[in-house]
């Protein structure tokens, strides 16, 4: 199943894709200073090119697991998304992504000023990630009965 992720924020939306079969992830794009309607709309636009039959979004958490105001801004956002995309919107908590993704470019060579055009698409990739091993974790829960 092809899944579209979201690392939100409200200068750079970062978005990735899996592939068909829900194995690995690309980045896509990232959408720079749209408001959360066209955002929604732009991503909404995605799902149909990229023939995405489900949308995660990343939740921020805090390092206690808490929500602050950041994670209330992307919950609104989930809530436009889903009530204008005709798939399933899922969420997954995240924390320091950002972090990782910037870790990831730096393996792969990218110079500061690269990392920084590419770290919200490389964060959906590590959201996009997380929950395709959680969804096969659960999947496998699933089969043991």
């Given amino acids: ?9 409200r200068r750079r939306t970062g978005v990735a894709v899996s592939d ?23 991503i909404s636009e995605l799902v149909a090119e990229l023939e995405a039959e489900a949308i995660v979004v990343g939740i921020p958490r805090r390092a206690d ?4 105001d950041a994670a209330r801004r992307v919950e609104q956002f989930v809530e436009r998304l889903q009530a204008s995309v005709g798939v399933p919107v899922h969420t997954i908590g995240e924390w320091l992504t950002s972090v990782e993704a910037d870790a990831r470019l730096r393996e792969r060579g990218l110079a500061a000023r690269d990392r920084k055009k590419k770290i919200d698409e490389a964060a959906a990739v590590v959201i996009l ?14 089969d043991r009965g």
């Fill in 1 to 9: 199943m092809r899944t579209i992720a979201i690392d939100y924020g």
């Fill in 20 to 42: 068909a079969l829900g194995i690995s992830g690309r980045g896509v794009t990232t959408l720079e200073n749209l408001s959360d309607i066209s955002a929604v709309e732009r």
């Fill in 65 to 68: 697991g808490t929500s602050g």
């Fill in 129 to 142: 990630e997380e929950f395709l091993v959680e969804r096969e974790r659960l999947a496998g829960r699933g």
